[in-house]
């Protein structure tokens, strides 16, 4: 009942730069945190950057300084502004939220993943 679409994905040259988008919708009555992943081939899915509904943000080590986190929280959309792109951010990237639906007056969590966006930095 959750509906997330990605976009700003595609190929980019070493320190490039792109930006995610991932909007939210459907019977959404509070979204909690708003979160990116990624995937590259043959290694696990891990957390990017993460961002409450407060502002509080979350992001992996390795990535900071280079990426930044941000959310509209009245488009339900939140961003990924990725600078200095190495090789070895290529991957595909996968938005997560999670919050509460509202259904016939009855709340209940959601947690929902996009389909993910291919990122690839090559020359």
């Known amino acids: 009942q959750v509906h997330l679409v990605e976009s700003g994905g595609g190929k980019v040259q070493p320190g490039g730069s792109l930006r995610l988008s991932c909007a939210a919708s459907?019977?959404?009555?509070?979204?909690?945190?708003m979160g990116w992943y990624r995937q590259a081939p043959g290694k696990q899915r891990e957390l990017v950057a993460a961002?409450?509904?407060?502002?509080?943000?979350n992001y992996a080590d390795t990535l900071k300084g280079r990426f930044t986190i941000s959310r509209d929280g009245a488009k339900n959309t939140v961003y990924l502004q990725m600078n200095s792109l190495k090789p070895e951010d290529t991957a595909v990237y996968y938005c997560n939220v999670n919050g509460k639906t509202i259904v016939d007056e009855r709340r209940a969590d959601f947690v929902s993943w996009g389909q993910g966006t291919q990122v690839t930095v090559s020359s």
């Open positions: 459907g019977s959404i009555f509070s979204i909690y945190t």
């Open positions: 961002i409450t509904s407060g502002g509080s943000t």
